[in-house]
C-alpha cells in the first residue's frame, strides 16, 4: 500500500489557465509529462483530460492583444483522439516556448515508436483519401 502514495509523476512543465492582468487565479491547471498532457479543470468536483503526445499531429499559437499584454498566449492541439479532437492550452504565460517543449515531445515520442503525421491519417476511421 506504501508503494502506491510513494510513486510520484515527473512534470516537465506545469502552468495555470491566467485571468485578470495574466494572474493565474483559476483552477484549470496544465500538466506536461515525457508523454502526456494532463488538464485538470475543477476545485471541489475536478475532471481530468489526459492527451497522449503521439496523437498530435499539428499546433497552433494565437496571442490576442488583451493576452500579449501580460505575457500570455493559447496553443490549440489538433489531435487524432476521439474525445479530444481539439485542445486548447488557454493563456499561459510564455507560449511560445511551451509550444516549443511540446513539439519536442512529440518528435521525440514519435521517433521511439516510428509513428509520423502521415501515419495518423485516418487513423480515427475518418478522412481516409487513399483512394484519390
Not at 11 to 23: A, N, S
Request: aromatic residues 10%.
Amino acid at each position: 500500500m506504501a508503494g502506491k502514495k510513494d510513486k510520484k509523476i515527473d512534470y516537465i512543465w506545469h502552468d495555470r489557465k491566467r485571468t485578470f492582468l495574466g494572474l493565474p487565479l483559476s483552477f484549470t491547471r496544465y500538466y506536461l509529462t515525457e508523454t502526456r498532457l494532463i488538464t485538470r479543470i475543477g476545485f471541489l468536483n475536478v475532471k481530468e483530460d489526459e492527451l497522449e503526445l503521439y496523437r498530435i499531429v499539428d499546433k497552433a499559437l494565437q496571442r490576442p492583444f488583451g493576452q500579449r499584454i501580460f505575457g500570455c498566449g493559447t496553443i490549440i492541439l489538433f489531435c487524432k483522439d476521439a474525445d479530444t479532437p481539439e485542445k486548447h492550452i488557454v493563456s499561459i504565460k510564455c507560449p511560445r516556448e511551451v509550444s516549443d517543449l511540446i513539439g519536442s515531445f512529440i518528435s521525440q515520442h514519435r521517433d521511439r515508436y516510428g509513428i509520423r503525421g502521415r501515419d495518423m491519417v485516418g487513423a480515427a476511421g475518418e478522412g481516409d483519401c487513399d483512394h484519390l
